[in-house]
T-cell receptor, first 112, second 110 residues
């Protein structure tokens, strides 16, 4: 069984530029999560989807961050414009019938 | 607000010993608690889940306890090996939402 796929693995951009991250969850998993992880910290939830519906986006900075999961499968997280403080690892996870979450390898974003 | 505390200092132990990691939480009554392992440059990997009505759970060399009165979970690795070296994340949860601690880095030396 393929795991959660994320791309790109690394991204370096200059501040004020846009950036997008892509995630393909495990097949059949209806719940998809986007997390942000700073160095030395645990993952922090940005948004949670149940199929194509965003059921928890309370921690998503909506002035610059947006996400979509149009067909209830893969998802895209976008930042526009990026700021220096957005440098972090962006993790995608999915879950199915159980409470266990399966994480992708993450995208490491560096904003210069 | 909800707070999850794990020992931020690294835990260094000798191979073969038992490693014990602590997770404390406040302002929260989770229905369950999960433990994840994270290696550098990788996403967290699920290890164990224990529910609020369970006192203890075991899986191979791993053991987790959950004390809802103390608001604490202990994570034990017996007969530790250098391959167990990683960061271990505690994540209390309710329904589909987890709140992760900062993690404790474990280093097992030969």
């Amino acid at each position: 069984e393929a795991g959660v796929v994320q791309s790109p693995r690394y991204k370096i951009i200059e501040k004020k530029q846009p950036v997008a991250f892509w995630c393909n969850p495990i097949s059949g998993h209806n719940t998809l999560y986007w997390y942000l992880q700073n160095l030395g910290q645990g993952p922090e939830l940005l948004i949670r989807y149940e199929n194509e519906e965003a059921v928890d986006d309370s921690q998503l900075p909506k002035d610059r961050f947006s996400a979509e999961r149009l067909k209830g499968v893969d998802s895209t997280l976008k930042i526009q414009p990026a700021e220096l403080g957005d440098s972090a690892v962006y993790l995608c996870a999915s879950s199915g019938a159980t409470d266990t979450q399966y994480f992708g390898p993450g995208t490491r974003l560096t904003v210069l | 607000s909800q707070k999850i505390e794990q020992n931020s200092e690294a835990l260094n132990i000798q191979e073969g010993k038992t490693a014990t990691l602590t997770c404390n939480y406040t302002n929260y009554s989770p229905a369950y608690l999960q433990w994840y392992r994270q290696d550098p440059g990788r996403g967290p990997v699920f290890l164990l889940l224990i529910r609020e009505n369970e006192k203890e759970k075991r899986k191979e060399r791993l053991k987790v306890t959950f004390d809802t009165t103390l608001k604490q979970s202990l994570f034990h690795i017996t007969a530790s090996q250098p391959a167990d070296s990683a960061t271990y994340l505690c994540a209390p949860g309710d329904t589909d939402k987890l709140i992760f601690g900062t993690g404790t880095r474990l280093q097992v030396f030969p």
